[in-house]
């Protein structure tokens, strides 16, 4: 998927922080309050659309290894993560708890009370309404922010290589991954850090004879630019 320079909204590190602190305060009577805050946590860390966290099985999700296979959509790569981010295991811990406590569960973990996969026009109403309780610009308001929300944090601030991004996020093509380093000046820095700390040693060839060591020599001598 090819994407414009206009097209790509994401959330900074402290909104996004801004949201998930906005959730409980806003639904604090809802049942279904927890299912939300977890969503939003499982969809930023692992960068899902809102078709694949209604696609989340019990089966994907591993309490004792802490891991959750993601099945993308769209041809993009199924990959495997562990929930490495304290805040994220724990919500996904203690709602995965709560949902095998009910013996009327179906197959998926994030469901509507009809047990069915929770739908994209649901979690797209959802982060309008969260959205409107913070400072978040409104153009941002839109569920698949929070998948550009993780490449950018990746890059940003977790400093991963672009490589290890286009796996995180299941691009078959690393051109879709390279699209946000148009964004991210850090990552520009490093990369011209990385050519101006290098030294480059180009050979410079004479056919005359030159000492070296004490001793007279034909060849090449290696210039350091």
Known sequence: MNFTYASIKYLTVDEFNELIEKIPEADPSSKFMKRNLTIFLVAEYCALRASEIGAIRFTDYDPKNNTLFCRRLKG????????????????????????LNNPSHGNFIFASKSERPINRRTLHTLMKYYCSFTSISPDKWHFHALKHTCAMKLIDYYHFDVRDVQWWLGHKYISNTMIYLNYSTHAQSRLYEKISEKRIIRPAVYDDQYHMAGRRRKGRRFVIW
């Open 76 to 99: 993009s790569s199924c990959n495997t993560l562990k929930l490495a981010d304290s805040r994220v295991a724990t919500a996904m811990q203690e709602f995965y708890k709560d949902r």
